[in-house]
């Protein structure tokens, strides 16, 4: 990506990102999205930093009208990360996300068995993926993705807010 897409995404993104949270609010009654903790076998967690919002998370995205949860997030593996299910992802939680809107709930599996189909290069969505070592998470790991490893990894009580 040239440096004056980069400079196009980097204003133009957040400005979506508004516009359609906006358009959400009125043309449904909730949102719901998906992420993943998708742990390998040495116990590091796949982060994603979007090219749109601040921090690394944990990859996921929207549940589309008539998607089931679990479909939303073999897609949205599919897309962010290029990772396929091998095996049945485990619901950790359903949680409510303030900081996306009032109406936002988050579901949140814990992925162990699947496969990384090719590596994942920067797009206009994603900067970058990684995965990194549960004790050396990247700087701007959002406190969200944080509170969900402690939760899964130390068997933490679950909060019911992101």
């Known amino acids: 990506m ?4 980069r400079a196009i995404n980097a204003v133009s993104m957040p400005v979506v990102r508004r516009v359609m949270h906006f358009y959400w609010r009125f043309a449904r009654g909730m949102t719901l999205g998906v ?3 998708v742990l390998d076998d040495a116990e590091r967690v796949l982060l994603i930093r979007h090219t749109y919002t601040k921090g690394w998370h944990l990859p996921g995205g929207g549940v589309e009208v008539g998607e089931t949860m679990l479909d939303a997030l073999k897609r949205e593996l599919r897309e962010e990360v290029h990772v396929r299910l091998t095996g049945e992802p485990v619901l950790h939680g359903l949680f409510f996300n303030p900081q996306g809107s009032r ?3 988050v579901a949140v599996y814990v992925v162990r068995d699947f496969e990384q189909l090719r ?3 920067p797009d206009h969505e994603i900067a970058e993926i990684g995965f990194f070592p549960l004790e050396g998470l990247p700087e701007g790991t959002t406190r969200g993705t944080r509170a969900r490893l402690i939760e899964i990894i130390d068997e933490e009580p679950v909060s019911p807010v992101w």
């Open 119 to 121: 590596p994942k290069l």
């Open 2 to 5: 040239s440096w004056a897409e």
């Open 103 to 105: 109406r936002d709930h």
């Open 35 to 37: 992420r993943a903790a």
